[in-house]
């Protein structure tokens, strides 16, 4: 499997100082990513998993095929929001580092 690409702290939180373009464009491309009800869903559930990664195995529930499944995990792994590993013929997903507390701290208005 390629590198992928971990998520950075993007930026000082929207109340203290204005984005950059760059950090426009990196921010807009992990909200477009999870504008969509599925791959909401899909983040959610591996973010949200007690081991902190999902094997794309377990997830079949989510009123889509698996062929839809995987490409939408596909576009959050473009984004930066999830890593992925492959294990044999599986592949196990998480949260890409800092990416909850980079968008957390994005939205922040007590800093």
Avoid: N
Wanted: with cysteine; proline share 5%.
């Amino acid at each position: 499997m390629r590198a992928l690409r971990e998520a950075e702290p993007c930026c000082a939180p929207l109340t203290r100082q204005e984005l950059t373009p760059g950090e426009a464009e990196r921010v807009a491309a992990m909200f477009k990513a999870l504008g969509d009800p599925v791959r909401l869903r899909l983040f959610s559930r591996i973010a949200s998993h007690p081991d902190g990664e999902t094997c794309v195995c377990e997830i079949s529930d989510v009123g889509v095929s698996q062929a839809t499944v995987s490409h939408h995990l596909k576009k959050l792994r473009e984004v930066g929001l999830l890593v992925g590993e492959r294990r044999g013929t599986w592949v196990y997903y998480r949260v890409a580092p800092s990416v909850l507390a980079a968008l957390s701290c994005l939205l922040d208005q007590k800093v």
